[in-house]
């Protein structure tokens, strides 16, 4: 009797799949955030790179593609169609960012077909967005101090 209740146990566990990152049976398709990593602090642009086990490419090429997205909202995502393990920088002008606030998100990724309909591999990361602009870079300190004239007084 307690080998029957395992099994249900096991196979209620089971139908839940929504963060795979591949399609049931493991032979199907799979993709995977490979930066930045769970639990990251980013700042807006960001460094993204996926690798997925499908051929990624414009869609007019009948090729896979990802879509990004944040917080489960795929109704603004950007289109990522090159190359797997490359870098694609996102910008504050990005789809995907419209509406994401600082804060704790999770950032999703999901391998399309070419008629963007899901092709069966999702992948997510939790990550904290920044401020916008808080990785400034020292240059704009220094342009700042050199637009006021130099003071000699002798």
Do not use: K, Q, W
Not at 17 to 39: H, W
Not at 60 to 83: L, P
């Amino acid at each position: 009797m307690s080998s029957l209740a395992l099994v249900l146990v096991l196979a209620a566990c089971g139908g839940d799949d929504d963060t795979s990152t591949a399609s049931e049976g493991g032979g199907g398709p799979s993709v995977e955030i490979v930066e930045p990593t769970g639990g990251a602090e980013i700042s807006v642009p960001f460094t993204l790179v996926v690798d997925s086990s499908e051929e990624l490419g414009p869609t007019d090429t009948g090729n896979h593609h990802v879509h990004v997205y944040f917080d489960g909202d795929d109704s603004s995502y950007e289109v990522i169609e090159s190359g797997n393990g490359e870098e694609h920088e996102i910008t504050v002008d990005s789809p995907a960012m419209e509406g994401v606030e600082p804060g704790e998100h999770t950032l999703n990724v999901s391998l399309r077909n070419a008629d963007h309909s899901a092709a069966g591999a999702e992948a997510e990361v939790t990550v904290t967005v920044g401020e916008e602009g808080s990785g400034g870079s020292p240059s704009d300190d220094e342009d700042d101090e050199s637009e006021e004239p130099p003071d000699y007084d002798y």
